[in-house]
DNA sequence: AAAGCGGGGTT
DNA sequence: AACCCAGCTTT
C-alpha cells in the first residue's frame, strides 16, 4: 500500500516536471496576498473564467492595503459576472481583517489563515503550502477525481465520511519536501489529465496502478450522492423611468444576487403577462393613485444557474414627477448604473 | 447533515 | 440537459 502511494506521489512529481505546461499568472507566485486572491477568485470557477479577473483585481489592488480600503460598491462592480457574490463579501471582510487587526502583514500560519473569512480547508492549504510551503494538502475537485480513481474509492465525495477519508488520503500523498509544488501539480494534473469527461488514460502515467482505469471505472468514480433539482422562477422587472431617473436598489435578501443590485421586481409562481404584473398588489400598492404609462414592450431574457432557472421580464414604464419611491431606492441616471454591480441577466438586458 | 449560492465550458 | 469547476457559509 505505501508502495502504492509512493509510486502515485513520484508519478504526480514527475508528470509536473516533464509534462506539464499549465501556465497561469499566480503560479509561483510567493505574495500571500497575491495567492490569497487568486484563490477567493477561483473558488468553484474554472481557471480561464477566474484569469482575467485576478489581473483586474491585482491591477486595481497591488495590495490588501489597497484593497481594503475601497469601497464595497467599487469591489463588488469588479466582481460583477464572476458569480458567488459572498466570496466578494467575504473577501473585503478578510482584507480589512488583514489591514486592520493584523496591520496589514498576511497571516503566517495554517490556523491564522483558515480563520479569514471565506477561507476553507481548500484555500487554507494552498495559501499554506504556496506561500509558505508548509505540509497541508489541497482537497478540490480535481484531487478528488485523481485520488478516486486511482485507488477506486467509491464514497460519495460530499458526505462527511467521504470528506474524512479524502482529507485522509490526500495527506498521505502529499509531497513533504515540497508541497506547493506538489499541490499544483496534482490540480494539474486533475484539469489536464485526470478530466471528468474523456480522461486520458491512455499514456496516463498512473494508468498501469489506476484502480478505475483497470477495472473499466473511470466514468462511474468520484461518485456524489446529491442530485441537483434546479427550480424555476419567475422575475418581472419593472423599469420605473421618472424624469429620465431610474429606481434600483441594492438586494439584501437570503438569496441569491445578495449586495447585487436590481430594478423593481414583482416575482410571480408563473409566466405573467404584462396586465397580471401590473395588476399584483404589490405593484398597486407601489403606485397608490399614480399614474404610468409603459414605454416599451417587455424583452424576455432566460438565464441558467446551477440551481435554478430564471425566467426574466423586463418592461419600462414611465411615472410621474409627484411619485415617490419607497425607502431603500436609489435614483440613478443611465450614466451612473456603471457604478454599481448588477446581476448579469440584467447586464444583458441593459446591453441588449 | 443538508441547503444554498453564479456563471460558463464541455459533452 | 447533465455535469463540473483551485469551495464556503449558514441552517
Known amino acids: 500500500m505505501t508502495d502504492t502511494r509512493n ?24 505574495d500571500p496576498y497575491r495567492i490569497w486572491l487568486s484563490e477567493i477568485i477561483l473558488q468553484q470557477t474554472r481557471v480561464e473564467q477566474g484569469w482575467p479577473y485576478y489581473e483586474r483585481f491585482i491591477a486595481a489592488y497591488p495590495t490588501v492595503t489597497h484593497l481594503a480600503a475601497a469601497t464595497d460598491e467599487e469591489v463588488f462592480r469588479l466582481w460583477q459576472g464572476l458569480g458567488y457574490y459572498a466570496r466578494c463579501k467575504n473577501m473585503l471582510a478578510a482584507a480589512r481583517t488583514i489591514a486592520g487587526t493584523h496591520k496589514g502583514r498576511f497571516p503566517q500560519t495554517y490556523e491564522g489563515i483558515a480563520a479569514l473569512k471565506g477561507v476553507g480547508a481548500y484555500t487554507a492549504a494552498a495559501i499554506a503550502s504556496f506561500a509558505f ?29 467521504g470528506k474524512k477519508l479524502f482529507t485522509q488520503l490526500a495527506g498521505e500523498v502529499l509531497h513533504l519536501r515540497q508541497p506547493g509544488i506538489y499541490n499544483q ?23 498501469a496502478r489506476c484502480q478505475a482505469f483497470q477495472q473499466g471505472l473511470t466514468d462511474l468514480v468520484p461518485v456524489k450522492s446529491k442530485k441537483l433539482v434546479i427550480r424555476k422562477r419567475y422575475f418581472n422587472y419593472l423599469l420605473l423611468r421618472k424624469k429620465g431617473l431610474l429606481f434600483i436598489r441594492k438586494r439584501t435578501e437570503k438569496d441569491i444576487w445578495e449586495n447585487l443590485h436590481e430594478f423593481v421586481l414583482i416575482e410571480t409562481p408563473a409566466p405573467a403577462a404584462d396586465e397580471i404584473v401590473l395588476q399584483s398588489p404589490l405593484f398597486q400598492r407601489l403606485m397608490g393613485r399614480h399614474a404610468y404609462k409603459i414605454t ?23 411615472v410621474p414627477a409627484a411619485f415617490n419611491m419607497p425607502e431603500g431606492y436609489l435614483q440613478v441616471t443611465e450614466e451612473q448604473l456603471k457604478n454599481y454591480a448588477f446581476p448579469k441577466i440584467i447586464v444583458d438586458y441593459l446591453q441588449r
Open 296 to 318: 416599451a414592450p417587455a424583452v424576455e431574457i432566460k438565464q441558467q444557474l446551477t440551481h435554478q432557472t430564471i425566467h426574466a421580464r423586463f418592461l419600462q414604464l414611465s
Open 133 to 161: 510551503n508548509l505540509p497541508h494538502a489541497v482537497l478540490d475537485g480535481n484531487v478528488y477525481r485523481v485520488l478516486a480513481r486511482y485507488f477506486g474509492i467509491d464514497t460519495p465525495t460530499d458526505t462527511t465520511a
Open 7 to 30: 509510486f502515485f506521489t513520484d508519478c504526480i512529481m514527475t508528470w509536473d516536471r516533464v509534462k506539464n505546461s499549465r501556465a497561469m499568472p499566480w503560479k509561483g507566485e510567493k
Open 185 to 207: 501539480a496534482i490540480m494539474d494534473f486533475g484539469a489536464v489529465v485526470c478530466k471528468p469527461q474523456q480522461p486520458l488514460c491512455q499514456g496516463c502515467p498512473l494508468a
